[in-house]
């Protein structure tokens, strides 16, 4: 049965001591459609009667979320100045462009990293560690270098690895957006995954490759071309664990994209508006941006 009280957990576990409560993901399906997406399933102590607590949104959008960096390319665009390093390690404003990335996901409180690996990950995780000279926890998901599975395949290695819900962002990119405003579209929405978009007008920073109809994604394509697009993928989407498991016995190579123009098809990609343009270090006059970027903001902090 459900519970259809906007109730706070806090207030729930004072509701009754005979219950124990596991903190795990429920889905409302086709009796609830319209509820939020995510609850708390609650039993009693002999486990009978599950009981389906709806919890605060504004307690859900303070809870962290595990963010997975792909950061397993070859670098093949900036292999020139990257040295025989990672495109992680490039040095960007002095400092190894990893450490930007980190600091930027700590001041948005993201504190939980998963870091997809392969060509020269060693390296990575040499600098990196475990996370805790940056205050956060990160760990490891290694592929093959020889044998490189694509960005989505780098997911599918690393279920075992990957929470409920997840954010996923590319090794190579800046994103300085409000990803608390992101995480609470994602957990409002009753789609399986949230794609950042922004306004790019078919010019400003690459070929517009998303058109949009209200919250969803109506058409995606990697390499752009779609008539009517104003908007292009910022870099920044967030995934319910099950759309990756469906994957699992997928061959590789798998790109993330070919699961996005999935849920496209199937009308489960929302879209969420992104105001501040994105950064990549993926070729030299992105590193020259960002720095330049990076500069002002030591300037001008506020």
Same mark, same amino acid.
Not at 197 to 208: A, Q
């Given at each position: 049965m459900f519970w259809n009280e906007n109730a706070l957990v806090h207030a729930f576990l004072s509701f009754n001591?005979?219950?124990s409560i596991t903190l795990s993901t429920a889905y409302l399906h086709a009796e609830h459609p319209d509820t939020l997406k995510r609850c708390i399933p609650a039993y009693d102590t002999n486990r009978h009667f599950p009981v389906f607590v709806m919890v605060n949104e504004?307690?859900?959008t303070h809870t962290p979320m595990q963010v997975v #960096?792909?950061?397993?390319?070859? =670098?093949?665009?900036?292999?020139?100045?990257s040295e025989g390093k990672p495109k992680s390690l490039?040095? !960007?404003? =002095?400092r190894p462009f990893i450490k930007h990335q980190l600091e930027l996901l700590v001041q948005h409180k993201l504190t939980r990293i998963l870091l997809c690996v392969g060509y020269l990950g060693e390296h990575i995780e040499a600098y990196v560690g475990d996370g805790s000279k940056f205050g956060m926890k990160v760990s490891?998901?290694?592929? %093959? $270098?020889?044998?490189?599975?694509?960005?989505?395949?780098a997911l599918v290695q690393a279920l075992p690895l990957l929470e409920e819900s997840f954010l996923v962002l590319y090794g190579d990119s800046y994103l300085p957006m409000d990803y608390q405003a992101f995480i609470?579209?994602? /957990?409002?929405?009753?789609?399986?995954?949230?794609?950042? !978009?922004? @306004?790019?007008?078919? @010019?400003?920073? %690459?070929?517009?490759? !998303?058109?949009?109809?209200?919250? /969803? #994604?109506?058409?995606?394509?990697? @390499?752009? =071309?779609l008539k009517e697009s104003d908007y292009i993928d910022y870099g920044l989407s967030a995934y319910d664990r099950p759309i990756i498991e469906q994957y699992k016995d997928n061959p590789p190579p798998l790109d993330l994209a070919h699961i996005q123009k999935t849920l496209v098809s199937q009308k489960q990609l929302g879209a969420f508006?992104?105001?501040? /343009?994105?950064?990549? !270090?993926? @070729? $030299?006059?992105? #590193?020259?941006?960002?720095? /330049?970027?990076?500069?002002k903001e030591d300037e001008d902090p506020s």
């Open positions: 001591s005979s219950f504004n307690l859900m #960096i792909l950061a397993g390319g070859l =670098g093949t665009r900036i292999r020139s100045l490039i040095q !960007v404003a =002095g490891y998901a290694y592929e %093959d $270098p020889d044998q490189l599975r694509g960005t989505g395949g609470q579209a994602f /957990r409002k929405d009753t789609n399986p995954a949230l794609m950042s !978009v922004y @306004k790019n007008n078919g @010019k400003w920073w %690459d070929t517009s490759n !998303v058109s949009i109809i209200g919250q /969803r #994604i109506a058409a995606y394509s990697k @390499k752009g =071309g508006i992104v105001q501040e /343009r994105f950064y990549e !270090v993926g @070729k $030299p006059k992105g #590193i020259k941006e960002l720095e /330049r970027y990076l500069q």
